[in-house]
């Protein structure tokens, strides 16, 4: 096992005026702050104030800040470089304001004036048909161009330094800190904060400003000692008895999702993965099955690996996270088990560093986790359970190391008619709960899963598993590659007992199908030709069907046509297993239902 853990959060992202200081900055926050760099936690100061009018009241600012995002979002300075963030209020709101007689300063972006203005600001603004909007700050005013916040302003220094707002804590006191607060993945609100502010915060520090600022650089939550998970970061499991969202924190947990072959794992596993891309939280998947290569389509997953793609080195894993992709999969099915092995191993070494480093990613998922975590496991050296942030996926959970066991947090079991006694006995030691409690829930139809917190002991929730977004097809690349026994194998039907004489044992195999007519009663496409060297139907033969192109197409496998089939309807990947074949109802062979396109997918077609 890894040595002590990294703290989780590695910014604070604090207010000048009202929340780091009123006036000048005191002695004991200025020494709070070199104390936290020191602990390589970066300080990121965001207000509204013009640049140059903030060095004049806080001369050390280089000494003490890793970066200054100024005039509200507008302006990012590191050092003493400086750069605009967004296009300039123009300046024919200055020069109205001047004929005015309105009092206002211009920085490089905004135009700061007096509340009491803004009736005389708003209607230049709306006399000139400007595009700005009015943002206020206790008793100043800025005008600003639309969309610009400090959210946004911080958003693009925390890209410049590498990190993510997901491990920042944002600091504030006034109503132009809302977007603050909710950039970070803690918002924090200090005592004398409006009361807007307090009660949109997910905490309100019992100090005023500076001290208050000073406290929690100190605090508990900063250094690890405490965890904190707010309520709007969530991930959403399924729904209970009652209709009610089964969730459970985004963040600083560790989760293990377990069941027997077949019930549901990888399925719920890809729900959580992308229910945390969604969130904008970084994922690295460890995928020995290739179960998680359809994230791939999600934006800013980048999917590695698998029988068609080359498998990225574990350190270009984390070359991607650092340049701009949030998330990777490791697809590593096209390996055999040695070769599994030695990456997952490789692959925790480069992710543990960059963590300790940089924060990211957030989530590393490893499935089949009872290999690379288990007793004997590599991997099982190099990761820190302590860490937090480890999602497991296994049908051996008896089989994880015991700091793996000791260091879970939450556990999803998933329901089966006769669950297995290590399924049950792993759900009721994070509960807390009698062994007879979890079998009873467990016992059950597919689609239901149980959920146990140690964070909440004696307390299980029975939920129905929610929908995905991402195609899942578990463990495709044993139908694609290996192959399956025959009492598994693909059979084509052209309708009820109807068959065509076309089998393969996987979908590399060529469709051989008996006879031309054979191939036309199951997928309505007509063979005039059978002329490849292999047998295979080449582009020429197919006619105009649902599988025809405008275009010449490379010849027919049993690859391209039994995935056409499943992403038509023709089977699902649970019909997979029962390897039938048969066109939905009311779709005849060979035809596009009425009033839905034929879609092009790869070197196939589909209807809808």
Known sequence: MAGHAAAYFRVVAVDFDGTLAEGAVAPATLAALAEARARQIRIVLVTGRIMAELRQDFPQVDDYIDAVVAENGGVLALGQHTRRLAT???????????????????????????????PAVSEVIRDHGLDCQLVRNRAELMVLPAGVTKGTGLAAALAVLGLSPHNAI?????????????????????????ESLRAHADVVLPERAGDGVAELLAGPVLDGRATLHPRRWR???GVDDHGAAVTIPASQLNVVICGGSGTGKSYLAGLVLEELVELGYSVVVCDPEGDHHGLGELQGVYATGGHEARLADPADVVRLLRHGCSSVVADLSHLDPAGQAAYAAGLACEVEAHRAAAGLPQWFALDEAHGPLGRNGEARRLINPSGKGYLLVTWQPADLSADSLAAVDAVVALGSPAPESQFVDLAAAVAGLPRSDLARLLAGPSGRAVLARRDQPHEVIAFTIGPRVTPHLRHLHKYDQRGVEPARQFRFLAGPAAATGAVAANLADPWRPSSPAAMTRCCGITARAMTSPAGWPTSSSIGRS???????????????????????????????????????????????????????????????
């Open 88 to 118: 300039p209020v123009s300046s024919v709101v200055s020069e109205a304001l001047t004929a005015r007689g309105v009092a206002h300063r211009c920085g490089l972006v905004l135009v700061a004036c007096a509340t009491a203005d803004e």
């Open 170 to 194: 944002g600091v504030g006191d006034a109503e132009n800190d809302h977007s603050l607060l909710d950039a970070c993945e803690v918002g924090v609100a200090v005592a004398n904060a409006v």
């Open 235 to 237: 991930v959403r499991l």
């Open 546 to 608: 649902p599988l025809a192109s405008a275009r010449p197409r490379p010849a027919w496998s049993m690859a391209a046509t039994a995935r056409w089939s499943i992403r038509c309807g023709w089977a699902s990947s649970a019909r997979c297993r029962n390897d039938t074949f048969r066109p939905p109802r009311g779709l005849k062979p060979g035809q596009p239902q009425p009033g839905h396109p034929v879609r092009a997918l790869g070197p196939f077609a589909r209807v809808g």
